[in-house]
């Protein structure tokens, strides 16, 4: 039991888990990419460094990983400032901001628009993926990664005194790293200090979400406060998803918005479109899972901004909310996603 026990963290400060409202649980205001950037394909060179431009958009959504320019979320706070206040005139309440070390976490900058736009954000704690940990970062024991990751919740991040309220996206590869698993390990034990909230960014292949939650449980972590994300680009199979639902962890579809043709990163996965993730949603709900589903944009490149043509932080309040009520999810339903599951995942035990 901490003092925070009760309590949600924000970067602002504690605060009532019942001011949450409708919670996106995974976005990005801002960070970099460019650890992640994908060359173009041979005869994309010249659209992939044009300037971001009308005509060049539809390759920009099928290409998203393949233009510097694009990766450099960092560049568009007064565009992502405007798009929170539409988030909060859609009826958004909070959003759970994901950057974590090696993709350029910026805390003042979370801070500044907490405090511009009355949205409350809540900052993430730990590492992402392994090719973006430091020389320092793998030679770590547990025990230092341990000691890093309660700090940055109980008394500040990167050398401020914003304190994050969650720990991760804690990133995994596929096959996963030995510092990722230290890291997991660090996250685990960290976790049980702390009773806070965990999101993982699980590595692309299906079996690395349960792989993921054997290590957190074996290091002692609390599945049950802990959150699986990207599973639209993970598990497809709906044998496959129900095995890894009964684990017991919350269940992320965060990538409503994003639909393309070639995911770049594993050719061997289909992308879903909106209409199939809401299908999955509903398979889950169906399946007596309505207690354990989050859903987010993980908004981390620019083309994903309304500003660029893209679907904005508010495309499932407007949209995808509809289509929900639309396919068999009812109202109460939609509430637990948006609202009860968030609040019961984010607040401190
Ligand atoms: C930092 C943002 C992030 O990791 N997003 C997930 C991208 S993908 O793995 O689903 O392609």
């Not at 000691?147 to 804690?170: F, K, M, N, P, Q």
């Not at 596929?174 to 960290?190: F, G, R």
């Not at 508010?314 to 289509?323: D, R, T």
């Amino acid at each position: 039991m901490s003092a925070l026990s009760g309590k949600v963290q924000t970067v602002l400060g504690p605060i009532e888990p019942d001011q949450l409202g409708r919670t996106m649980t995974h976005e990005h205001l801002t960070m970099t990419f460019e650890c992640c950037y994908f060359p173009p394909a041979p005869g994309d060179e010249t659209v992939a460094q044009a300037p971001i431009q009308m005509k060049n958009l539809f390759w920009l959504k099928q290409n998203p990983y393949s233009s510097h320019e694009n990766l450099l979320l960092l560049q568009e706070t007064s565009a992502v400032r405007e798009e929170l206040h539409e988030y909060r005139k859609e009826g958004g309440g909070t959003i759970v901001e994901n950057t974590t070390q090696g993709i350029a976490r910026d805390l003042p900058c979370l801070k500044q628009l907490a405090k511009d736009t009355g949205v409350h954000i809540i900052g993430g704690a730990g590492y992402y993926v392994d090719a973006t940990h430091s020389e320092a970062t793998r030679k770590m024991t547990v025990e230092k990664l341990t000691d890093i990751i309660i700090s940055e919740v109980l008394h500040g991040a990167d050398g401020t005194e914003i304190r994050c309220g969650v720990i991760g996206e804690i990133g995994c590869s596929w096959p996963i790293t030995d510092s990722e698993k230290k890291v997991l390990q660090a996250t685990a034990h960290a976790q049980t200090e702390l009773g806070c909230p965990v999101i993982i960014h699980p590595g692309r292949n299906p079996g690395a979400p349960a792989e993921i939650v054997r290590l957190l449980q074996e290091a002692g972590g609390d599945i049950s406060k802990t959150v699986m994300s990207h599973l639209d680009r993970t598990i497809f199979d709906n044998g496959d998803l129900l095995e890894f639902a009964k684990m017991g962890s919350y269940l992320e579809y965060d990538l409503f918005g994003s639909e393309m043709l070639n995911y770049a990163y594993n050719l061997e996965v289909d992308m879903p479109s909106d209409s199939q993730r809401v299908k999955a949603l509903a398979f889950l709900v169906q399946e007596g899972y309505e207690d354990n589903i989050v859903i987010a944009h993980d908004i981390h490149t620019k083309n994903r901004l309304t500003k660029y043509g893209g679907h904005g932080y508010s495309h499932i309040l407007k949209n995808i909310v509809p289509k929900m009520l639309i396919r068999g999810i009812n109202q109460t339903q939609v509430d637990k996603i948006l609202i009860d599951n968030p609040k019961r995942w984010l607040t401190f035990k």
